[in-house]
Nanobody, 128 residues
């Protein structure tokens, strides 16, 4: 089992920045590919950003490219999402997720059903 706990959400004005953190525990963090998803009211959960288990490869949803940056610190068992130039449409609950590949992998997983563990989410609200 892996426990994921998100933090860093809150209320911010449009154009502002937030940094989300996700702390992992329970299994060696370096084994996992990590991702961030979000879900706005009345909408499906969508992929925001992902980072591979090894190699530091990243991938982003089209709506956040150039504004958000995902990073990981294996020594701290944490993954981060730096969000800049926030827009009202970024308002959502943001979820951290972990994917356990069957072998060492440089692939960034982008689909929801490939992730094995999920955090409880943190609310991000962007006021216009």
């Amino acid at each position: 089992q892996v426990q994921l706990v998100e933090s860093g959400g809150g209320l911010v004005q449009a154009g502002g920045s937030l940094r989300l953190s996700c702390a992992a525990s329970g299994r060696p963090f370096s084994r996992f590919g990590m991702g961030w998803f979000r879900q706005a009211p009345g909408k499906e959960r969508e992929f925001v950003a992902g980072i591979s288990q090894i190699g530091g490869n990243t991938n982003y949803g089209d709506s956040v490219k150039g504004r958000f940056t995902i990073s990981r610190d294996n020594a701290k068992s944490a993954v981060y999402l730096q969000m800049n130039s926030l827009r009202s449409e970024d308002t959502a609950v943001y979820y951290c997720a972990a994917h356990l590949p069957t072998a060492y992998s440089v692939v960034v997983v982008t689909t929801i059903n490939e992730y094995d563990y999920w955090g409880q989410g943190t609310q991000v609200t962007v006021s216009s």
